[in-house]
């Protein structure tokens, strides 16, 4: 009889050992240090740039998926933003399926959503078109502003002169160079307009480090290019690229906004 006690006590130790091992098992977190310095456990960013959103913490959306159409494998979204004054003419790029709007276009010349101008025109930059909805030309973009870890800014700013920083939080390098653009809020179109030079102009090929985990300034002057810049709402647009391999390379375009006083 004290023979089947001494097993039962036995067992009985053994599964309260393993029990409470389990319950003080540390449970793992990602950490990721936002813009703030603070530090979230919610998500982690990978070295594409792409956020993985845990469990238990998916950021709120409200479920509708932006205009977008495909061209020339290049997906366009919608950014927002209007032209004024212009007319249905001869597109571009003209539109071949529209799919329903939930979903994202895949294949060139789908589009999730009906617009009177049945296609595109090209915009006032490379990676912008424009399309005709509900009696509105909005403007699409391709590959603006969703770097994600990578993101431009500016420090300071003059009339001739301005100084931005590229902040890169990804653990990979990308390149950029010395070209620039710079467009204005016209206050009475309700539009970004670009800048007019001043004189012909080229600039330089050249291809400056924008090492991982660092913030990089860049010093712009434009006056050579525009002339003093008068008080106003402005922006100004780098291009960064993301080479694979020589001739390789994906290309996107990043804004800041500044004021001259």
Same mark, same amino acid.
């Given at each position: 009889?004290?023979?089947?006690?001494?097993?039962?006590?036995?067992? %009985?130790?053994?599964?309260?050992? =393993?029990?409470?091992? *389990?319950?003080?098992?540390? +449970?793992?977190?990602? $950490?990721?240090?936002? /813009?703030?310095?603070?530090?979230?456990?919610?998500?982690?960013?990978?070295?594409?740039?792409?956020?993985?959103?845990?469990?238990?913490?998916?950021?709120?959306?409200?479920?509708?998926?932006?205009?977008?159409?495909? %061209?020339?494998?290049?997906?366009? =979204?919608?950014?927002? *933003?209007?032209?004024?004054? +212009?007319?249905?003419? $001869?597109?571009?790029? /003209?539109?071949?399926?529209?799919?329903?709007?939930?979903?994202?276009?895949?294949?060139?010349?789908?589009?999730?959503?009906?617009?009177?101008?049945?296609?595109?025109?090209?915009?006032?930059?490379?990676?912008?078109? %424009?399309?005709?909805?509900?009696?509105?030309?909005?403007?699409?973009?391709?590959?603006?502003?969703?770097?994600?870890?990578?993101?431009?800014?500016?420090?300071?700013?003059?009339?001739?002169?301005?100084?931005?920083?590229?902040?890169?939080?990804?653990?990979?390098?990308?390149?950029?160079?010395?070209?620039?653009?710079?467009?204005?809020?016209?206050?009475?179109?309700?539009?970004?307009?670009?800048?007019?030079?001043?004189?012909?102009?080229?600039?330089?090929?050249?291809?400056?480090?924008?090492?991982?985990?660092?913030?990089?300034?860049?010093?712009?002057?434009?006056?050579?290019?525009?002339?003093?810049?008068?008080?106003?709402?402005?922006?100004?647009?780098?291009?960064?690229?993301?080479?694979?391999?020589?001739?390789?390379?994906?290309?996107?375009?990043?804004?800041?906004?500044?004021?001259?006083?």
């Amino acid at each position: 009889m004290k023979k089947i006690y001494s097993i039962m006590l036995i067992l %009985i130790l053994m599964f309260t050992f =393993v029990s409470c091992n *389990e319950q003080d098992l540390p +449970l793992e977190k990602n $950490v990721h240090m936002n /813009n703030t310095g603070v530090a979230n456990d919610t998500s982690t960013v990978d070295d594409a740039g792409s956020t993985n959103h845990t469990e238990g913490n998916v950021p709120e959306t409200n479920n509708k998926i932006p205009l977008h159409f495909m %061209i020339d494998g290049r997906l366009y =979204v919608d950014t927002g *933003e209007t032209v004024q004054g +212009l007319k249905c003419g $001869v597109m571009d790029r /003209n539109f071949d399926k529209v799919i329903p709007q939930d979903q994202i276009p895949s294949v060139d010349g789908e589009v999730n959503f009906e617009s009177e101008s049945n296609g595109a025109q090209s915009g006032r930059r490379e990676n912008r078109m %424009i399309a005709c909805v509900d009696g509105t030309w909005r403007i699409f973009a391709y590959n603006e502003n969703n770097l994600g870890g990578v993101t431009l800014s500016v420090k300071e700013a003059s009339p001739s002169k301005l100084t931005v920083i590229f902040q890169n939080q990804l653990r990979k390098e990308f390149t950029y160079g010395a070209w620039f653009m710079i467009e204005q809020y016209d206050e009475t179109l309700k539009e970004w307009v670009p800048v007019e030079p001043i004189c012909e102009y080229a600039f330089v090929s050249v291809a400056y480090p924008l090492k991982a985990a660092k913030e990089t300034e860049q010093e712009i002057k434009f006056d050579w290019l525009y002339g003093k810049l008068e008080t106003g709402k402005y922006r100004v647009i780098k291009d960064v690229l993301d080479v694979k391999s020589p001739g390789d390379f994906d290309q996107y375009w990043l804004m800041a906004e500044f004021t001259i006083e």
